[in-house]
């Protein structure tokens, strides 16, 4: 059941301004990235934003903390 | 969103509406106001009962703007023709509504809030389109403003219809089966497309493009969404209009004044909620 709900979890960013820094608004659950955007756009109205986007949680990759082993660390 | 209604009456004096015009006008106007009242009754029942908590504002919202849209109307309906909001909404009984047919009864499920969106929302959009440049001062300058608050609710539909046809059969077959129902009394709406109903309309220049005109941009709009969506090829005529030509409306029922070829009107219970009855204690105080 969790992983249904993640799977369609999207998380929001928007900017004011154009050019200026992109900030994370939130997240909506939404069966798809259509619907989605449509929901994201409703929402989170709350400022006249320059740009929105909606990202799906899945496809966003773990940049830090690095996990991977170093070279000649542990038992490899 | 909606914003509470303008007074288009405040800004400017009385216009007057041809004579010839007059009953036309007053049924296009009144069907539209009727039908987004009806609109805004359903999608805000279903703030409750919606597939989670997003679809639940997404309903909810678009109930808003239906509401603001239909007391907009109402102060056009009011400013061309002296009927007051008591007379529109507490004075009537389901059989003077000309709301959609499709409206009258409380939605069974969610598939028939997809098809409201879907068929009648859109009908509703592209009628009132159809009055852009209009003659009239007071309608022209809240066209624009209804039809761009619409764009919402259009792709809310689309994905809606995208959605069902992806999830799973049970759900196409749920949301065609709804589309299908609700088409006869969309297509009503529109009237005859053999008819000239709105002549005198468009040579008055109150109206800018005629209702079968915009019957046949809805059955194109519509026809290209259920294709998108997979839905009941067998029901779609050679030419591509969805179920265009295999519906069979009965003309001769069709009453000028409503736009509808169902007799009776929206039941007393739905009724009751938007007349507020419950409250009258409240009321003008």
Redesign the interface.
Known sequence: MQAAVKKNVFEVFAQIEPGGPISHIGN?????M??A???A???Y?EERWSEMWVVPRAEIAVAYPDDSPAPGAGDG | ?AEAAAEPQAREGKELVPETARRGFRSSLLACADTKLLLGYHYGEWTFGA?????A??AC?MGQDELGHARLLHGLLDHFFGLTQEALIENRGGGDFASIAFLDRTFGSWADLVAANALVDLAVTLEIAAFRGSSLGALRRVVDKLIQEEK?HD??A???F??AS??SSESRASIAHATRAALPAVLAFFGDPASNHDRELLATGIKTRPDAAVREDFLARLGRLARQAGFAAGAMSPGGELWGETERIDWRAWDADRRRTVSGGPADELLEHLSGAKNVEFRRT
């Open positions: 909506l659950n939404a069966p798809g259509d619907l955007k449509v929901y756009r409703r929402i109205d | 969103m597939p989670s908590l997003e679809a504002i997404a919202s919402f792709e809310h689309r994905a809606w995208q959605l992806a999830h």
